[in-house]
């Protein structure tokens, strides 16, 4: 889809559809007095009342080039903010887009402050966005084009905004892949062609090296799997010399496929286990975005990428495996992978000198348990670092919510044979294995976001498709750029 911002007069405006929000209280603007009486008719009747969600469309509007007009609902006028706007945008798009709108223009003019304008053509990118590259006939119909009119000075947010609604989408095509081709060795080519595009330096351990390295707790979760594993770096270097000594680490959970292993999980609603790396997936988005938008932070993207599969090969519950960092770890449920593979990463992280981590990470059903579908789940040990995470998350409209993590869960992982054990009992299991990743953060400041019921949506939002949410990268993005 092309993006264009455009600064026109609403009259002017060239398009199959321009869409002007309409709030709940206002009558309508200036610029729609030749309508006011189409629109006092639609409120009369009930039909459109201003609320978030709400859309109506006329055809040949008096005076006006474009085709068809539509009013967009924007809700309470003091409720309103660029996560309204984004949400707005979104849902319009999929609305007409369906109704054979090619090319929609967002009437931002009046208002268009910069984050309005970065929020509308990400939820004009998210929007338009179908997981369906591998249907052969699909009913969803795509925008061509998308046209912003806004001041001209709101043309830095628009980039910004077209930027980070691509990396979402990137991060989203990746998550719908099937695992029969979306595997570790293809995670890692789609890894090396993205840094080759945007100019990162690309770096890919394999299982030798990790072997020679010492990764055991990876190899163990990925040897009942006739996929190699890949330990995927992205790494990016400020244009200037960084004024700061923070290298960020970003870590996110690349397990292609979860079947479990030898604790095998259910056969229903397994097939979702192909979003297992989600969390990798939104690292590389966020490296894709930043690697254009130039935050004056070193960054270093890692991503432990792996199959959990069952077979002679597979990792027996009990079996006991020695991490990067020495740590011994007692295998007692082969489905508690995730952990296994980021623990080798973050302490591999901590070597290549990364000051601050933060891990995303499709971790635990009881984080869905405790948080739905709604907020990401955030542990940390280091309430600094929190700050700037939850602020970036709230920037960005990426609902987050901080969990405990104090030191008397530490017994929940006791093991009588090994060091620690990878799972901690029926309770609290978000925590408990948050409680493993920080027995390897040491003392590095390190925050994990729990994207297990956010990184998929079961139905599909009137401004989001089904599948694959492109959750975290906004919000890991954002952290580089205000560092
Ligand atoms: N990948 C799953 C977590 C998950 C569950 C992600 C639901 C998305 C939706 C993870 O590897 C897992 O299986 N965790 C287990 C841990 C348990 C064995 C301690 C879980 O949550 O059941
Ligand atoms: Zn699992
Ligand atoms: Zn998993």
Redesign the pocket.
Known sequence: METTLVSQSLDRVEADAVVVLLFEEDGAPAELKGLTEWIGELRASGEFTGKTGELAVLHQPAGLKAKRLAVAGGGKKDKFDPAVLRRAVGTAVRALKQKGVKKLAWWLAGAGAGAEAEAAVEGAILGNFEPDRHKTSSDAKSLEAFILVAPDSARGAFERGRILGEAQNFTRELVNEPANIMTPTRLADRARTMAAEVGLQFEVLDESRMRQLGMGSLLGVSQGSAEPPAMIFLRYKPPQPPATKDHLGLVGKG?TF?T?GV?I?PADGME??KY?MAGGAAMLGAMRAIAQLKPAIPVTALVPAVENMVGSKAQRPGDIVTSLSGKTIEVL?T????RLILVDALTYAQRLGCTHLVDAA?????I?VALGNVNIGVFTNNDALLARVLAAAKAEGEKSWPMPLDDDYKDLLKSAFADLAN?GGRWG?AIS?AYFLKEFAGDTPWVHLDI?GTAWLDESKPFLAKGPSGVAVRTFTRLALDW
Do not use: C, H, Q, R
């Open positions: 397990v979860d479990g604790s999980k979702k286990m297992d449920n489905d508690a992978e995730g499709t971790l635990t059903g009881a869905v799972i299991g294995a297990a």
